[in-house]
């Protein structure tokens, strides 16, 4: 791409070109936008867009990592305004209509406007008959003014007679969002990630200041998708292990050891982004997906440490060495999961084979989430349940007679024996 671009820059500069995604996940990503950046500027002035548009694109131009910066829209396409003069086409005999006839068939054909049929006697199958000039003898206005219009009384007289003929220009395509004009700026990324660009064009639309009264600047393409994926991975994972801790703290009748288990997940995080910024891995969809794997393994891992360390407390264990009891009864099952999904994941975040560079994210974050979340589960998590589990052992029961419960009553559990 880069060795198309100098080559049509160097031999064809007044080309514009833009490579546009081949596969259909790009495309679906874009949201309908050619290229992953789009700065669509939308306002009743046509005029003032278009304007705001021009500094868009020559702010954007400035930025190393966008290729092919140009306006979507064909603003300035090729006309040729004709002047029909009407007292002189009214001394020669000529009308509005035998002028438009001419043209028509001139420029395009006679099928647009007047459709004529003919039908072959012999077979009853009826043809299309249209007039039109060859395009071969139209190619320029000298050609254009040299066109005979004919008049109603069969006379015929040259274009140039009755009309003068200048080349202009005219919007070519007109683009509504939303009832208003749209004047679209699309750019291509090289080189960098699709975050780091978006935050490139921002800064720079925030340089430019404020657009036009009633001038509208929306940023679309690949950048607002990624924006809801990065806003809701965070909402997302704060939710999950906030829902984690209350399932834990109804299943353990204990905030400390809820928060002991969710311990694990900060060790989780810092090995996700340890492990992508190793392999210069960007945080997208496949890796936010691997960070959510990987955080529900560590979890797993560390429910079971701390059910285990919780048994070996109630059957009278002090904390410590509850804590270092349970984590040698499961240090076998935690390195087995922990090892295999692991070496599950490896091949996966090699990225190797055909389209692997695309789930490669996911393998490298469960890896090094994984790899973190076992360090946590065996050397740190202990510690935190000798400091956070409770001194005494108390039964989770509401029943006033259990003498190990919070509710229990003396009195009550004397009364009830002497009956």
Excluded: C
Aim: glycine share 8%.
């Amino acid at each position: 791409r880069e060795r198309l671009r100098r080559a049509f820059a160097e031999r064809m500069p007044e080309l514009r070109v833009s490579f546009e995604p081949s596969d259909i996940v790009s495309r679906v990503m874009s949201f309908g936008s050619p290229t992953p950046i789009e700065v669509a500027v939308s306002g009743p002035n046509l005029a003032a867009s278009r304007e705001f548009a021009g500094k868009i694109a020559a702010r954007l131009r400035e930025i190393p990592s966008l290729r092919d910066v140009q306006i979507a829209q064909s603003l300035d396409f090729p006309t040729v305004d004709v002047q029909v003069n009407r007292e002189r086409a009214g001394l020669l005999g000529v009308q509005m209509s035998d002028v438009t006839r001419s043209l028509v068939a001139a420029t395009t054909s006679s099928r647009f406007t007047v459709p004529v049929y003919w039908a072959d006697p012999g077979s009853g199958i009826a043809f299309s008959v249209q007039v039109q000039i060859p395009q071969t003898q139209t190619t320029s206005l000298e050609d254009l003014k040299n066109v005979p219009v004919g008049s109603g009384d069969g006379r015929s007289t040259l274009l140039r007679n009755v009309a003068s003929i200048t080349p202009g220009t005219a919007v070519g395509q007109y683009e509504r969002y939303n009832m208003a004009r749209v004047v679209s700026v699309t750019a291509n990324l090289h080189g960098s990630s699709l975050g780091r660009a978006a935050e490139a064009v921002t800064a720079a639309l925030a340089e430019l200041g404020p657009p036009p009264p009633r001038t509208r600047v929306d940023l679309r393409g690949q950048v607002v998708p990624l924006q809801e994926l990065l806003d809701g991975f965070r909402s997302g994972i704060v939710l999950a292990i906030v829902t984690i801790f209350l399932l834990l703290s109804a299943n353990f009748q204990s905030l400390r050891l809820a928060l002991a288990v969710v311990s694990t997940v900060p060790a989780v995080l810092a090995g996700v982004v340890l492990a992508l910024w190793l392999t210069g891995t960007t945080l997208n969809l496949q890796s936010a997906i691997g960070a959510i794997m990987a955080v529900g393994v560590a979890v797993a891992n560390a429910i079971l440490l701390v059910t285990f360390a919780e048994r070996a407390r109630i059957a009278g264990a002090d904390r410590s060495r509850a804590a270092v009891q349970g984590a040698q009864e499961r240090l076998r099952a935690i390195l087995m999961t922990s090892l295999a999904m692991t070496a599950g994941m490896i091949p996966l975040a090699l990225g190797l084979g055909e389209g692997g560079d695309q789930t490669a994210p996911l393998g490298r974050a469960v890896v090094g989430g994984l790899v973190f979340a076992t360090i946590a589960t065996l050397f740190v998590l202990p510690a935190f349940f000798a400091l956070l589990a409770p001194r005494q052992v108390r039964s989770a029961s509401l029943d006033p007679e259990d003498p190990e419960s919070h509710h229990h009553e003396p009195s009550l559990a004397a009364v009830h024996t002497g009956a």
